[in-house]
């Protein structure tokens, strides 16, 4: 079954004063599906999400989401639209208590709704649940991760981009949050961008992935063809 393309980003480039960061870069992601990002530090990642969720103009090219073109709308705007953001170091409101925090996800969101999201929130966070009256701040790393994760789906959005969300982690907890990603998918049928440092993470949760290098897309596939494609295995799963 072929899906309708519900991201749709094309030859965008970005300028951070004369320093081109996007050179042009194009990719798709069609409903209910995960796409990967991948690329060292400095190749353009987090330039994509904050251009894609409006936090960074697009000096040329079209993004559109949902059949709307986005690429000048405000950042209140696209997250009306169903767009949600897991910046890269988590940014959780640190003296909220975690449900507060996850109330703050909810904000732009009318009903009933908040207590049925709450509760699916803690069916994939139990751990959430047991620190619900906790300060934010003085959760470990991981469990921060999940808050920024949960605060994220309590939006109601179509799309999550998530950043980087394995770093400085455990081991264990990368699986955890690896497995949740792709439960949230498959259960929610919520669609992910995913920006990892971790390559065999980010191709193992995802159905199609990105290289980018130096602001450029040089490589794109599905994620399980990339897993056994040479060039990827040397340069970036340490093979």
Request: no cysteine; net charge positive.
């Amino acid at each position: 079954m072929h899906n309708d393309i519900l991201l749709d980003v094309k030859d965008v480039r970005v300028y951070y004063g004369k320093v081109e960061a996007l050179k042009g870069v194009s990719m798709k992601l069609e409903e209910g599906r995960v796409i990967a990002l991948v690329g060292n530090n400095g190749a353009g990642k987090t330039t994509v999400l904050r251009t894609i969720s409006g936090l960074k103009r697009a000096t040329s090219g079209e993004i559109w989401f949902g059949g709307q073109r986005i690429d000048r709308a405000s950042p209140q705007e696209i997250v009306g639209l169903g767009v949600a953001h897991v910046p890269e170091g988590r940014r959780v409101f640190p003296y909220m208590t975690v449900y507060e925090n996850l109330k703050m996800g909810a904000y732009t969101r009318k009903g009933t709704q908040l207590k049925k999201d709450l509760d699916r929130v803690y069916d994939y966070f139990p751990r959430l649940k047991e620190r619900t009256r906790q300060q934010a701040g003085k959760l470990s790393g991981g469990e921060q991760q999940m808050l920024a994760i949960g605060r994220a789906l309590m939006t109601g959005a179509r799309l999550i981009m998530m950043d980087e969300p394995s770093m400085g982690l455990s081991p264990v907890m990368v699986s955890t949050i690896g497995k949740v990603i792709g439960d949230i998918n498959q259960e929610e049928g919520v669609s992910i961008v995913l920006v990892e440092q971790n390559t065999r993470v980010a191709l193992k949760v995802s159905q199609r992935a990105y290289i980018l290098e130096k602001g450029r897309i040089t490589l794109e596939g599905d994620s399980n063809d990339l897993i056994n494609d040479e060039r990827v295995k040397q340069a970036y799963l340490g093979a």
